[in-house]
């Protein structure tokens, strides 16, 4: 899917020096040792995925313009903090204000490494692990607002989002090509999550594929979108096919930037085969259950259902 900001923040990528991206680094960090070796790039495991101090980052939110965008949500006086104790798993925090979990805004955690792809039956896949930008873990909330029926809770939401999942998608694309990376991936842990990534990203696996836009036809179009994200949570949807009820088990998403994987993944035969799993499933909600459920939680419906 072609995002607005793409071609507007590839120019601004281009412009951001490695300067710019390690600022505030500490002298000895900085020697011309273990910053450049043969010719490149060398990767510390002091800053953020190997390359980004905190103000390195903070540069770079600023330079994307997402300073400006959420002072336009009344979020100021951001705050970056990076933790790189696990040399495997790093995490970016954003607040607003004091550094606390009422004033988060952001929380990221990521790894980079191969991802064996072969675990999930591929057919036809390339016999090789690609090494992938990998999203543990991506909160963007606004814990200034209240949930209300436009901007209704999700599951897992403690606040609502922020509107710019778009944006940062792209940096992370970015983010990934200037770590020589093939791709990103992550494996959504709600039903909303991954409909919302599939819009750039998708699934490893044609039968997590089939099963997502299964739900989109069948119960998307019938229902409202927060109705059919509990129903995923709370178990509430039966395929009328077999009677057997969904449990939400997600794997792999995958946004491919490599040509190999760009070939395999949007390819007649991965379509076919998404196209022939499709047809085992037929999806209902279970209104009663999804009722209980939702009032033994507390959680408000904001439609009437039949």
């Not at 072609?2 to 990528?13: E, L, N, P, V």
């Not at 190997?50 to 939110?61: E, P, W």
């Not at 607003?96 to 039956?121: H, S």
Request: aromatic share 12%.
């Amino acid at each position: 899917m072609k995002s607005r900001f793409r071609k507007q923040y590839i120019k601004i990528a281009r412009k951001l020096t490695l300067a710019d991206l390690q600022a505030g680094a500490e002298s000895n960090d900085l020697t011309m040792d273990n910053i450049v070796s043969a010719g490149r790039v060398e990767q510390s495991s002091n800053f953020f995925m190997g390359v980004f101090t905190r103000q390195g980052l903070k540069n770079a939110i600023d330079a994307f313009g997402l300073t400006e965008a959420l002072a336009r949500l009344g979020l100021t006086d951001l705050q970056v903090d990076i933790d790189t104790s696990d040399p495997h798993t790093h995490r970016l925090y954003v607040f607003t204000g004091d550094a606390c979990d009422n004033n988060k805004i952001c929380e990221m955690v990521v790894k980079k490494g191969p991802v064996n792809l072969q675990q999930d039956n591929l057919p036809k896949f390339p016999d090789r692990s690609p090494n992938l930008l990998q999203i543990e873990w991506l909160l963007l909330q606004n814990p200034r607002i209240s949930f209300d029926e436009i901007r209704p809770q999700l599951p897992g939401q403690q606040y609502p989002g922020l509107g710019i999942g778009d944006r940062m998608l792209q940096i992370l694309i970015i983010m990934t090509r200037r770590l020589r990376l093939e791709g990103l991936i992550n494996k959504p842990r709600y039903y909303h999550t991954a409909f919302m990534f599939t819009k750039d990203f998708v699934f490893t696996n044609p039968r997590n594929q089939a099963i997502l836009f299964s739900i989109n036809r069948d119960l998307v179009r019938k229902y409202k979108f927060h109705t059919v994200a509990w129903a995923a949570h709370y178990d509430c949807i039966i395929n009328h096919e077999t009677g057997s009820t969904l449990v939400w088990d997600s794997d792999y998403l995958i946004l491919p930037l490599e040509k190999y994987m760009l070939k395999y993944f949007y390819s007649k035969e991965y379509q076919k085969a998404v196209e022939r799993e499709m047809k085992n499933y037929t999806f209902i909600i279970d209104i009663n259950k999804f009722q209980k459920s939702m009032q033994k939680n507390k959680i408000p419906i904001y439609e009437q259902l039949i």
